[in-house]
């Protein structure tokens, strides 16, 4: 697919004016075809603004999610990402819960060889809350990864002095 045709395809790059929403929405997320099939490379993004909301009280969570993946096909397009983390701000979920549905809609959308969703909330009652989950292509070497990275994950855990 040429580069202009693949911009077709993208609704919110590049384009003024798009409405954020803030009821969870995974629909606004988009791909763009990965020009290194083949390769096995991770992509990451740091996202230090996300918000949510609690199921039961809710008040407000932040958080900082970290997500990495390596592509196969398709890729997420990072505007897009943007916009669907965006999305919920006003929704109601356990901080385990957002982390898990992110990673579940990313594997939907792109069906990565390896994905993690690591979320480093900030803390609410003197306590922080920080759910990091994985998932390898199975069948794949990547399924063996996945297990590896929970089972080694957080081994040596920051100094927590700032949250």
């Not at 909301?53 to 993946?69: E, H, K, M, N, R």
């Not at 759910?131 to 929970?150: D, F, H, I, M, S």
Request: aromatic share 14%; charged share 25%; proline share 6%.
């Amino acid at each position: 697919m040429s580069r202009d045709k693949q911009a077709e395809n993208l609704t919110h790059l590049g384009r003024s004016g798009i409405k954020y929403s803030s009821e969870y929405d995974p629909s606004v997320l988009e791909t763009f075809d990965n020009k290194h099939e083949g390769r096995d490379y991770f992509v990451k993004f740091n996202c230090p603004e996300f918000t949510s909301l609690c199921p039961i009280t809710g008040q407000p969570d932040f958080a900082t999610i970290y997500i990495s993946y390596v592509p196969t096909k398709k890729m997420v397009e990072s505007k897009s990402l943007k916009l669907y983390l965006f999305s919920f701000r006003n929704h109601g979920d356990f901080h385990e819960d957002c982390v898990n549905i992110i990673m579940n809609d990313l594997i939907k959308l792109m069906d990565p060889a390896y994905i993690e969703v690591w979320g480093k909330f900030l803390p609410r009652g003197g306590i922080s809350i920080d759910p990091y989950c994985n998932y390898g292509k199975p069948g794949t070497k990547w399924e063996q990864v996945a297990w590896q990275r929970l089972t080694q994950h957080d081994l040596y855990p920051e100094d927590v002095n700032n949250r």
